[in-house]
Every structure is written in structure tokens, then in C-alpha cells.
């Protein structure tokens, strides 16, 4: 009696990683057929250049310099899922932009997000906006500035104006939205070949 359910068991497991491995294979078909991410324009980078995406972290990093000496880093990486709208992009990009003038150690840094609108464009908005003594965190202490939501519309449309002045535009914006959902779509479709594969070795 114990034999035949060792047997039965053995079968029913066999069963369900057979069962698992169609669905994760159905899942990857799914995913690399999928055209999701494709039809937002998208154009040169503004002088930025690509300086840190490594393919297992979540962010990248763009740079700029200026022939003043000034620079521009920008951080990104996708935020939370947005449920306000159906579109193409289903999570915000959250932008972090630092602005250093040649010979200073102080930084201006603007945390924006970056979302989808209407015919394939994006848009950035400014959350908040900072001045650091360096480019080192600063003490808890130090006043950061009040928020962002708070300053007067004019100020808040100059600074805008500031970072589009210095790059910060559509064609960045675009190229985040695209690259970083396309780069999240690939390691997820790299971590369902792993499981298939351990699930496959398992038959």
C-alpha cells in the first residue's frame, strides 16, 4: 500500500510540473510576442549619455556636460503602478535630476516623476526641488527648502522652465518610460526562463 501511493504521489507531482511548465511557457511566449512598449515616440537624448544601466539593477544613470563646465546626472527608475488612466505604460518613472555648476560643490537637486499623457508623449512634473552644500547627503538638520507644491505657480513653472532649458524634455522622458518598462519586461522574462528551465530539469 505504501509503494502505490509513493507511485500516486510521483504521478501527481509529475502532473503539476507538467502543468506549471505550460503555463510558464505560455507566460514567456506571451511576453516575447508582446508589443506593449513600442509606440511612444521616442528621438535623440538631448546630449545626455547612458552611463550606468547594468542589466540586473532597476535604474539608470545619464549624464551631461555642458562647454561651461556645468553638468547634469540623472537617476530614474520605475515607481508604483498608476491606476488613474489606461495606457500604454502602466507604472511612472521616477526621475531624480542634479544640477552642478563648474567649480561648486554645492547641487541643485529636482525629484520629478515622469508619466504617460495622451498620443504616444510624456511629461515630467517637479515634486520636489533642493539646494545640498555637496553632493554628500546632508545632515537631517539642514533645511531643505519648503515644499515644492507650496512655492508660487510662477516659481514653480521657472523651474520647469530651468531643467527643459537644460535637456530635461520629451525626448528624455520618452526614452525613460520606453527603456526602463522594456528593461523590467526583459528580467521578468529572463527570471520565468530560469523557473521553466529548474521546473524542466525537475520532469
Known amino acids: 500500500m505504501g ?3 509513493r507511485i500516486l504521489s510521483k504521478g501527481r507531482k509529475a502532473l503539476e510540473d507538467l502543468s506549471l511548465l505550460k503555463r510558464l ?6 511576453e516575447l510576442s508582446s508589443e506593449r512598449f513600442q509606440d511612444i515616440q521616442n528621438g535623440p537624448l538631448g546630449g545626455f549619455i547612458l552611463e550606468y544601466d547594468a542589466p540586473l539593477s532597476q535604474d539608470v544613470v545619464l549624464r551631461r556636460k555642458f562647454e561651461s563646465g556645468d553638468e547634469i546626472a540623472v537617476s530614474a527608475m520605475l515607481g508604483q503602478e498608476t491606476f488613474v488612466r489606461e495606457g500604454i505604460f502602466p507604472r511612472e518613472v521616477l526621475m531624480k535630476v542634479c544640477v552642478k555648476k563648474q567649480g561648486l560643490s554645492s547641487i541643485l537637486q529636482f525629484d520629478c516623476g515622469v508619466s504617460e ?4 508623449r510624456s511629461e515630467f512634473d517637479i515634486h520636489n526641488a533642493c539646494y545640498l552644500e555637496s553632493a554628500y547627503c546632508p545632515h537631517p538638520s539642514v533645511y531643505r527648502g519648503p515644499l515644492f507644491s507650496t512655492l508660487d505657480p510662477r516659481l514653480q ?6 531643467l527643459v532649458a537644460r535637456g530635461i524634455g520629451e525626448s528624455l522622458t520618452n526614452f525613460l518610460l520606453l527603456h526602463l518598462h522594456k528593461k523590467e519586461q526583459g528580467q521578468y522574462v529572463n527570471w520565468l526562463q530560469k523557473l521553466e ?3 524542466a530539469k525537475g520532469e
Open 117 to 120: 499623457m495622451d498620443n504616444g
Open 157 to 162: 513653472d521657472a523651474l520647469k522652465e530651468y
Open 197 to 199: 528551465s529548474l521546473v
Open 25 to 30: 511557457q505560455s507566460e514567456i511566449t506571451h
Open 3 to 5: 509503494r502505490a501511493t
